[in-house]
């Protein structure tokens, strides 16, 4: 099925922090590259060796030392280098249930997981909060038709479906949706109205709407780019119902990425000094191979939607972990309501000021409170709190999560948002009173930026294609002109 992709990105190949893995080793390759000036005509040379290679569709060339070279890549190689994505992720997930236990709890079989950080499998306690909350914060909305893109071994599934009247579970791995079943059949047997489909996330023809809330959790990250996410998250709202929720959850947050690099890097190497901890994170966060996304990319999709009123994207409940600490839950209510709080106010007013806090909890009044300390940051190894732009202290960070825990003492309900901000060592803090339900707090708002859209997510299509194309091509024109080269500063794009 042909995806449908309702953002025509171009996007250079450099990251959040301007400079390309690649883009290093080729301005310095070989003797030829001299860093000469340009003789006469070379860029009409270099454009036409350029425009004779497999893959290139356009090229433009700009600047004198280095020269600017931008590439825009045939359409058709990157469809290819999509489809070779999707396989390759069907693979992988078939290929790590096969090889992992089968006979374990079976209702939490997080055979596909693994620690990004420390590269160990999961730990089971974290594990099994984050399904719990995951599963919580879904069947708050009181869904009865859910359809789940990417359904896995059923972690959500098992739990959410017996009380559905029709639950439909999508995912590109035959493997996998075998495991589902063999779970649900050694464990109670498969509920009433559960129906599985073999399908990459973007085909979702001939699936009859509409769904209370369609569920697409931590699936994202292994799309091959924006395009494809957005293509998904139009199939999928076309079969909400007026009133339903798009869920997706436990996206990985780009604002937050060289952070969760530089912890891991800590995790083989404690006592790295400071500047090489974020040199090292900036590169492996340059080189990630997921999709990672900031919340604003959520709110862009929005903006082009009219009966969608914006983004809520909350900090994943639970504990401390790298879960919680560097992913988030996107909620997209289908409704044009933009709900105003009861009262905004920032935390530089409220946080030396104990005695109005209670106020906060009013029966069924919704506040939010602006830019707090994200405490789940303030316990950062030094060396990478830079990475977030400056975490608060200790006693900053104590003083919010004490906030928040009286709050909840009092009666509230507290949900932790993504700052409208979007300071990344900060939170929105929402506040409901205990007359509040949970769609009552479902507040979306827009999230906005001067950010371009190609800087609001990584690209990992256009990444793989550039570190073998790049590489390729100077190889070309290094062959192919023996004259003296000026620096080449490529920029992959498509
Ligand atoms: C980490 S598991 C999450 C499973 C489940 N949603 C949950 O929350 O427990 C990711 C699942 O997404 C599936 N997946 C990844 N990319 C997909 C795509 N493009 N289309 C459909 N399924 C996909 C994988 O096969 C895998 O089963």
Same mark, same amino acid.
């Given at each position: 099925?042909?995806?449908?992709?309702?953002?025509?990105?171009?996007?250079?190949?450099?990251?959040?922090?301007?400079?390309? &893995?690649?883009?290093?080793?080729?301005?310095? *390759?070989?003797?030829?590259? *001299?860093? &000469?000036?340009?003789?006469?005509?070379?860029?009409?040379?270099?454009?036409?060796?350029?425009?004779?290679?497999?893959?290139?569709?356009?090229?433009?060339?700009?600047?004198?030392?280095?020269?600017?070279?931008?590439?825009?890549?045939?359409?058709?190689?990157?469809?290819?280098?999509?489809?070779?994505?999707?396989?390759?992720?069907?693979?992988?997930?078939?290929?790590?249930?096969?090889?992992?236990?089968?006979?374990?709890?079976?209702?939490?079989?997080?055979? !596909?997981?693994?620690?990004?950080?420390?590269?160990?499998?999961?730990?089971?306690?974290?594990?099994?909060?984050?399904?719990?909350?995951?599963?919580?914060?879904?069947?708050?909305?009181?869904?009865?038709?859910?359809?789940?893109?990417?359904?896995?071994?059923?972690?959500?599934?098992?739990?959410?479906?017996?009380?559905?009247?029709?639950? !439909?579970?999508?995912?590109?791995?035959?493997?996998?949706?075998?495991?589902?079943?063999?779970?649900?059949?050694?464990?109670?047997?498969?509920?009433?109205?559960?129906?599985?489909?073999?399908?990459?996330? $973007?085909?979702?023809?001939?699936?009859?709407?509409?769904?209370?809330?369609?569920?697409?959790?931590? !699936?994202?990250?292994?799309?091959?780019?924006?395009?494809?996410?957005?293509?998904?998250?139009?199939?999928?709202?076309?079969?909400?119902? #007026?009133?339903?929720?798009?869920?997706?959850?436990?996206?990985?947050?780009?604002?937050?990425?060289?952070?969760?690099?530089?912890?891991? !890097?800590?995790?083989?190497?404690?006592?790295?000094?400071?500047?090489?901890?974020?040199?090292?994170?900036?590169?492996?966060? &340059?080189?990630?191979?997921?999709?990672?996304?900031?919340?604003?990319?959520?709110?862009?999709?929005?903006?082009?939607?009219?009966?969608?009123?914006?983004?809520?994207?909350?900090?994943?409940?639970?504990?401390?972990?790298?879960?919680?600490?560097?992913?988030?839950?996107?909620?997209?209510?289908?409704?044009?309501?933009?709900?105003?709080?009861?009262?905004?106010?920032?935390?530089?007013?409220?946080?030396?000021?104990?005695?109005?806090?209670?106020?906060?909890?009013?029966?069924?009044?919704?506040?939010?409170?602006?830019?707090?300390?994200? #405490?789940?940051?303030?316990?950062?190894?030094?060396?990478?709190?830079?990475?977030?732009?400056?975490?608060?202290?200790?006693?900053?960070?104590?003083?919010?999560?004490?906030?928040?825990?009286?709050?909840?003492?009092?009666?509230?309900?507290?949900?932790?948002?993504?700052?409208?901000?979007?300071?990344?060592?900060?939170?929105?803090?929402?506040?409901?009173? #205990?007359?509040?339900?949970?769609?009552?707090?479902?507040?979306?708002?827009?999230?906005?930026?001067?950010?371009?859209?190609?800087?609001?997510?990584?690209?990992?299509?256009?990444?793989?294609?550039?570190?073998?194309?790049?590489?390729?091509?100077?190889?070309?024109?290094?062959?192919?002109?023996?004259?003296?080269? #000026? $620096?080449?500063?490529?920029?992959?794009?498509?």
């Amino acid at each position: 099925m042909p995806l449908r992709c309702t953002s025509p990105q171009s996007r250079s190949g450099r990251n959040r922090g301007g400079r390309r &893995a690649m883009g290093d080793s080729v301005v310095s *390759t070989g003797e030829a590259d *001299t860093g &000469a000036r340009p003789a006469a005509g070379y860029a009409d040379r270099l454009r036409a060796v350029l425009l004779a290679q497999d893959g290139v569709a356009r090229v433009e060339i700009t600047g004198d030392r280095p020269l600017s070279v931008r590439i825009d890549v045939a359409e058709r190689i990157r469809e290819d280098a999509l489809a070779r994505h999707l396989d390759d992720v069907d693979q992988v997930f078939g290929m790590m249930v096969e090889t992992s236990e089968a006979d374990h709890d079976t209702s939490l079989d997080t055979s !596909v997981w693994v620690s990004g950080i420390t590269r160990q499998p999961m730990d089971t306690e974290v594990m099994r909060e984050w399904v719990d909350a995951t599963v919580a914060a879904i069947t708050e909305l009181r869904p009865r038709r859910v359809l789940e893109i990417g359904c896995g071994t059923g972690l959500l599934l098992s739990r959410i479906a017996p009380d559905c009247d029709r639950y !439909v579970g999508t995912d590109i791995s035959d493997r996998v949706l075998a495991r589902l079943l063999a779970n649900l059949d050694r464990t109670g047997g498969r509920p009433n109205g559960l129906h599985t489909l073999r399908r990459p996330a $973007h085909d979702l023809s001939g699936i009859d709407g509409p769904f209370d809330v369609v569920v697409v959790n931590s !699936v994202v990250q292994y799309f091959p780019s924006v395009p494809y996410l957005w293509s998904v998250l139009d199939s999928a709202w076309d079969l909400l119902a #007026p009133d339903g929720v798009l869920f997706v959850g436990d996206v990985r947050s780009q604002p937050l990425l060289t952070a969760y690099h530089a912890e891991s !890097v800590l995790a083989t190497a404690p006592r790295a000094p400071a500047a090489q901890v974020l040199a090292h994170a900036r590169r492996r966060a &340059a080189q990630d191979p997921e999709l990672v996304i900031s919340p604003e990319l959520f709110s862009r999709w929005a903006d082009r939607h009219p009966d969608a009123a914006g983004v809520d994207a909350r900090l994943k409940r639970g504990g401390d972990n790298e879960l919680t600490r560097y992913r988030y839950d996107v909620f997209l209510p289908r409704s044009t309501a933009t709900l105003p709080f009861v009262q905004e106010l920032p935390w530089a007013e409220l946080q030396d000021a104990e005695e109005r806090w209670p106020a906060l909890v009013g029966d069924r009044s919704v506040s939010l409170v602006l830019d707090v300390p994200n #405490p789940r940051l303030s316990g950062l190894p030094p060396q990478a709190v830079a990475a977030v732009g400056g975490a608060a202290g200790r006693a900053r960070a104590d003083r919010a999560a004490g906030f928040v825990d009286g709050l909840r003492a009092a009666g509230g309900t507290v949900h932790l948002r993504w700052p409208r901000s979007q300071r990344p060592g900060l939170l929105d803090v929402v506040v409901g009173g #205990p007359g509040t339900t949970p769609r009552d707090l479902l507040r979306p708002s827009r999230l906005r930026s001067d950010a371009e859209l190609s800087q609001l997510a990584s690209d990992p299509v256009l990444s793989r294609l550039t570190a073998t194309l790049e590489r390729r091509w100077h190889k070309a024109v290094l062959g192919a002109l023996p004259e003296p080269h #000026p $620096h080449l500063d490529y920029d992959i794009r498509s």
